[in-house]
């Protein structure tokens, strides 16, 4: 219940007990003008809207910011190649004021088919990890370093992962993406996304499970959920759910005991 309800409903009772009952309330003097300090403000119902109008204001900025960016990532042609095989940009979903932001490297053949990141069975994975964690999909933010899907002339079907020139060139883009929306922790997805983040190039195995700075923002790093699908080793999930569980001790979400013992 917000305060002035709260507060209506103490003076309400207050008042019901003085006319009913025989037992008048009593107060002190300091509780009366206490009371009187904010009772003017029974009008203080109007305290939460300002709140939530500035909240609501910002996510527009976000979302009208994030909408500009898109636009020139749509129209982009900087990789002649990426921009003549693509079906479509792939920019990035979920909630323009995230507090949880995931990285990955580039869109696939799915997500370049539906202009959306991680709908593959790699993007299922993570959007289960994702709920697992307590968040719906459209409560965290996801995008790549790429826009597009790095092509694969000669072929319409598989994957490849982008060049350092590729990622170079996009990464601009990915930096408005965080400068607007500003998460208080980034997740990078796979050894590629942290080269593209942090220009750094080393084995998974050292990179992983280990909090970086992007910018000042904390960045944890795990494996691309395409690595999952690949190792079903229950022991490389659980360090991909142990690296989720340091994410939300870093949110400060609680982390209920199920979520503990939980194996992906
Ligand atoms: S990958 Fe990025 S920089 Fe290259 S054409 Fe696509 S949007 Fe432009």
């Known amino acids: 219940m917000h305060f002035p309800h709260a507060l209506e409903t103490v003076l309400q009772t207050l008042e019901r007990i003085r006319d009913e009952s025989v037992n008048r309330p009593c107060a002190s003097r300091s509780a009366l003008e206490a009371l009187d300090r904010i009772a003017p403000a029974r009008g203080m119902e109007n305290i939460q809207e300002p709140k939530s109008d500035v909240v609501?204001?910002?996510?527009?900025?976000?979302?009208?910011k994030l909408a500009s960016v898109n636009e020139r990532?749509?129209?982009?042609?900087?990789?002649?190649?990426?921009?003549?095989?693509?079906?479509q940009t792939v920019f990035g979903v979920g909630n323009p004021e995230a507090d949880l932001m995931f990285v990955g490297e580039a869109p696939g053949a799915d997500e370049d088919a539906q202009g959306e990141p991680f709908?593959?069975?790699?993007?299922?994975l993570l959007t289960r990890i994702i709920k697992a964690m307590g968040f719906a999909r459209e409560e965290v933010y996801i995008?790549?370093?790429?826009?597009?899907?790095?092509?694969?002339?000669g072929t319409s079907y598989g994957n490849r992962p982008p060049t350092p020139r590729e990622m170079q060139t996009?990464?601009?883009?990915?930096?408005?993406?965080?400068?607007?929306i500003r998460p208080k922790v980034i997740v990078a997805l796979g050894a590629v996304a942290v080269e593209g983040l942090l220009g750094t190039r080393a084995p998974m195995r050292e990179l992983r499970g280990r909090w970086d700075s992007f910018n000042g923002t904390?960045?944890?790093?795990?494996?691309?959920?395409?690595?999952?699908?690949?190792?079903?080793?229950?022991?490389?999930?659980?360090k991909?759910?142990?690296?989720?569980?340091?994410?939300?001790?870093r949110l400060e979400k609680p982390i209920s005991e199920k979520q503990r013992n939980y194996f992906l």
């Open 119 to 124: 709908v593959g069975r790699a993007g299922q």
């Open 218 to 238: 904390p960045l944890m790093v795990t494996y691309h959920p395409a690595y999952l699908l690949r190792n079903q080793s229950p022991s490389e999930k659980r």
């Open 170 to 180: 996009c990464r601009p883009y990915l930096m408005e993406q965080i400068d607007i």
């Open 56 to 64: 609501a204001a910002r996510d527009q900025h976000a979302v009208e």
């Open 73 to 87: 990532v749509c129209a982009c042609v900087k990789c002649p190649n990426l921009a003549s095989s693509r079906t």
């Open 240 to 249: 991909v759910w142990e690296d989720m569980m340091r994410v939300l001790e």
């Open 143 to 153: 995008a790549n370093i790429l826009k597009c899907r790095p092509d694969t002339p």
